[in-house]
């Protein structure tokens, strides 16, 4: 590989987790498989990690991937002695997931569901658990995400330290001071990856009207993206890094010019006010069924 990963990654301390913590995985999804990924990187012990994940072909894929890791079909089998449960299913399959489920005194659960409010889970789960309410993104599979964190005045501070510590495992972390303010993350950073992703299709396919062949349009914009990504994980403002491309009355001027009339910017706000709402309307889904 030509470029370090690693060099993604925001510095943040090492904490690897004490191989006492059992922590449980109600869904072996990918955001799962990211978190999973970053705990045993960190030191976390595979025997103390388990998974309830009812689709035998992603089981034997986890399986695979994380040898030593407990798997199970049910969530109420893979949660007994958990000091922490990280909730990641889908919204729509979280009533469901969380029917009959009965957590120690105590224990931290971690929901990383889009949308699903804290009432609703504490109405699912009743008391006696800490709740902390998060929004992670799929660079976590490199160690390379951020997550948004939020929990209750009332959660104590060990409980946050270990929701802080598995999803540190997978990158960077920010604590929130409102509970609403996840909606907001999930559309900036949750849902973000995909915005670059999409961009790089963009750029890819128009490189191509300009008459490069599709391969090489894919790799020089698939490159461009990877080396800005590098660019900006460094030190320098990203806007700073923009106006170091952007030579006066040159050719990125013209392209910027343009992409500014067309209300770029406004496009991303309007964008991400509807992934925020889409967040809204989710939690209210499932409050509406509880
Ligand atoms: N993908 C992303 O970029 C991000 C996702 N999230 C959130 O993370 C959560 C998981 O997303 P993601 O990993 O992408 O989704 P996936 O669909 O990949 O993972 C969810 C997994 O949970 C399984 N599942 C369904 N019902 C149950 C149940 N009752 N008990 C145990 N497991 C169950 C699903 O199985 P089956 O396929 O059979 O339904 C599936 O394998 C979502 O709530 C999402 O909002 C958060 C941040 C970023
Ligand atoms: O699209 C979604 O709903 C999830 C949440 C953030 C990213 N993916």
């Known amino acids: 590989m030509p470029y370090d990963t690693a060099q993604f990654k925001t510095t943040f301390e090492e904490t690897p987790l004490p191989m006492s913590e059992r922590i449980a995985f109600i869904g072996g999804g990918n955001m799962a498989a ?45 949660v007994t002695g958990a000091r922490a449960v990280v909730l990641a299913v889908k919204p729509q399959q979280m009533r469901e997931a969380l029917a009959n489920l009965a957590l120690d005194a105590g224990c931290v659960v971690v929901s990383i569901a889009a949308g699903v409010t804290l009432a609703s889970l504490r109405r699912s789960l009743g008391g006696g658990v800490h709740l902390v309410r998060s929004m992670p993104n799929t660079p976590a599979l490199l160690g390379a995400g951020i997550s948004g964190l939020y929990a209750e005045p009332s959660v104590p501070a060990a409980a946050r330290a270990l929701a802080e510590r598995i999803l540190r495992a997978a990158g960077d972390c920010v604590w929130l001071e409102q509970e609403t303010q996840i909606d907001a993350v999930t559309a900036l950073s949750g849902s973000g990856p995909a915005y670059f992703f999409l961009l790089t299709e963009a750029l890819r396919e128009a490189g191509v009207q300009l008459g490069l062949a599709p391969e090489v349009a894919a790799r020089l914009a698939r490159q461009t993206f990877v080396g800005s990504a590098l ?56 409050s509406k069924e509880s």
């Open 34 to 78: 990211s978190l999973i990924g970053g705990l045993l990187k960190a030191g976390h012990s595979p025997a103390q990690i388990a998974v309830a994940e009812p689709l035998a072909e992603r089981s034997a894929w986890l399986q695979h991937e994380f040898p030593g890791v407990q798997l199970g079909t049910q969530a109420t089998a893979v």
């Open 231 to 286: 660019m900006a994980a460094g030190e320098t403002d990203v806007q700073q890094l923009r106006a170091q491309v952007t030579s006066k009355g040159g050719t990125t001027q013209a392209a910027l010019e343009h992409l500014e009339q067309a209300g770029l910017r406004k496009l991303f706000a309007d964008a991400l006010r509807a992934a925020e709402a889409r967040s809204r309307e989710l939690g209210a889904l499932l």
